[in-house]
Structures are given as C-alpha cells and as structure tokens.
C-alpha cells in the first residue's frame, strides 16, 4: 500500500506514520519540515499556502492520500485538484467541531454543520477550515473521500498539552482541584485508536463521514485522573469539586481545567455524540489507563515537559487560584 500523508507528523500525523510503516506500507509524507518524519517515512517538503507548495507532488501516484490539515481549507481543495487521478482514495482527518452548535446530545453524522466554503483562505475559524476542507473533497472525490470527524485526541506525543498538564499537575501532588462531578462520562479518542481505524477504514475504501471518537462514557473524569495518580505514583489528594463552585470562580472549563466542562450544552456538544457508524466499522478503545501510562512514559522520556502548539491557547490552572479555590 503506497499512503500519501499531508501534513504534520508530530501528533496525529507521527500516528498515522508509524502504524502504515508497521503494516508494512510505503509511506510518503508532504509538511513544511519543522520536524522530522518517523524513521521509515520519504520526506517532501513544502508549504501548501505558498505559491508551488506542491510543486514535491508534482508526479508520482498513490493508492491513498491521509490529510490533517488544519487551517485555511483552501489548501485541501487545491491538494484535491492536485491529485485527482493519481490517487485511488483520499482521508481527510476533519473534526466533530464542523457540526453546528449547539448539538443534541447522542446527535449522529447526519446533525447540521456550519456553513463555509472550499476557497476560504487566511485566517479561517477551526469549525469552518475543517468543514470547507470537507467540502472541497465532496466536490472532488465525492463517495471516496472519507471523512474522519475526530473528537477530543489523547495519547503519547500529544502537542495541545492537556493530558499532559493533568500529568505534570498531578505528579506534583499534594491537594489536587478535580472538577466533578466524577462520575460525568467523557468521550475522546487515543491517537493510536485513531491512526488504527483510520487507515482500516482507508484500506476498506469508506467514503462519507464518520464521529470517530470513544463513546460517551468509555471513561469518566473519575476514571482519568485516579488512572493519573496511578501511572504517577504520587500522593495527589483529588478534592472532588462541584462544577457550580467552579464556574463562580470564572475558571474556565477545557483551558484552565483541561478536558472536563461543566454540564450544559458544550458538555453535551463535545462529550455526547454517537459513534455507532465508526463502531460498526470497526472501532475499538483501548482502556483509559493505557492511555495515560503511555503518555506520562512518553512525558518522562522528554524531561516531563510536553510540546505545546503555538497556534492552539494554554492550557492549565494557575497554582495560585487553584490553592485559592482549594482554601
């Protein structure tokens, strides 16, 4: 199997790679080059917003093209011209962000999404990149393109930091702020999970969207930071707080309180959705604790201190409004 990657290969893209080269695949990756590709992979380098940025792709075919852009969608529309014809499938890692909010809990693929377009450049909202970059592959792939609508990412190598952030917080000990309730059901995907049911459903030729995410409640808040605690070994007190008393506080949820939000309709948006197409498709989750033991061996390979996009917010609570709400 020849695989085309589009785009970065640090998290996401470093998933992809690494699992098409286990298969024994002939992987091919096009970025800019700020970081090096997994040993294995031919490297191409240009930058798909500049003038020629695809001039490394100008021959050669592939049978599958994998792309995670993120940005202005009109560089997945110009790729997709590109390529058509010397692709026999195309993956676009888009993001269950393209559905129009505020969305019904348990809402399936077919829910609205927001309105955008193919030929948007410069700076582009990630809910109307993501779905004008979908759009650009329905008109120019139709039924083969397939659209991979991820949810919240998780695992080792991961450059938002929020995993991450619980981890180091964690490993510090001592009294630890936990958002309640602990019982309130998650949903997010181990990229490795993803990078697996990705290129499956590529090699099966799948076309049209997909939420490719754990189902809600794989995991609860409870369950991810007692696996923390664990996988650090440390002597974190979680003091279980009600989210009313988090809130009052103006500490902002999924930023200053990674991953957790407090119950209404962005925890229904982002926490609830079915998965029940990808599953009949194949989707598997590994457990929770698997998930971040690989990350904190990952963490501690690095120094403890994870990569952080510059293009995404900070994440974390400062120290001392946490010991404040602690008080």
């Known amino acids: 199997m020849r695989l085309l990657l589009l785009g970065g290969t640090n998290f996401v893209g470093r998933a992809l790679a690494e699992d098409a080269l286990a298969r024994g ?68 890692i888009s993001s269950r962000s393209v559905y129009d909010y505020p969305l019904s809990a348990g809402a399936d693929e077919s829910a609205p999404v927001v309105d955008s377009s193919p030929d948007l450049t410069g700076e582009v909202p990630y809910a109307e990149a993501k779905r ?17 609508r991820a949810g919240l990412i998780l695992g080792p190598h991961e450059d938002i930091g929020r995993l991450p952030w619980w981890l180091g917080r964690i490993a510090r000990g001592g009294p630890v702020l936990a958002p309640g309730p602990r019982e309130q059901a ?47 070994g440390s002597d974190a007190d979680l003091r279980w707080t009600a989210p009313e008393r988090i809130l009052a506080a103006g500490v902002a949820p999924w930023t200053e309180l990674p991953i957790w939000l407090a119950p209404g309709e962005l925890y229904d948006f982002l926490h609830t959705g079915s998965v029940a197409r990808a599953e009949a498709a194949g989707l598997r989750c590994r457990p929770v604790a698997e998930t971040v033991a690989d990350t904190w061996a990952w963490l501690r390979s690095i120094g403890g201190t994870a990569p952080q996009r510059a293009d995404r917010p900070a994440v974390g609570l400062d120290p001392a409004r946490e010991a404040e709400l602690l008080a």
């Open 25 to 92: 695949w002939e992987v091919t990756a096009l970025n800019r080059g700020n970081r090096p590709a997994p040993e294995g992979v031919r490297a191409l380098t240009g930058d798909r917003t500049a003038e020629g940025g695809l001039a490394a792709l100008a021959a050669g075919e592939w049978d599958a093209v994998v792309d995670t852009w993120s940005w202005a969608p009109a560089a997945v529309r110009d790729s997709a011209r590109a390529l058509e014809g010397r692709v026999g499938h195309y993956t676009y």
């Open 132 to 148: 004008g970059a979908e759009i650009a592959l329905e008109e120019c792939y139709g039924g083969r393109a397939l659209l991979v």
């Open 186 to 232: 998650l949903q997010y995907i181990d990229v490795r999970d993803l990078a697996r049911w990705t290129l499956d459903a590529t090699r099966a030729r799948l076309g049209g969207p997909y939420n490719v995410v754990s189902p809600s409640g794989h995991a609860t808040m409870g369950e991810l930071l007692d696996a923390c605690v664990r996988a650090t």
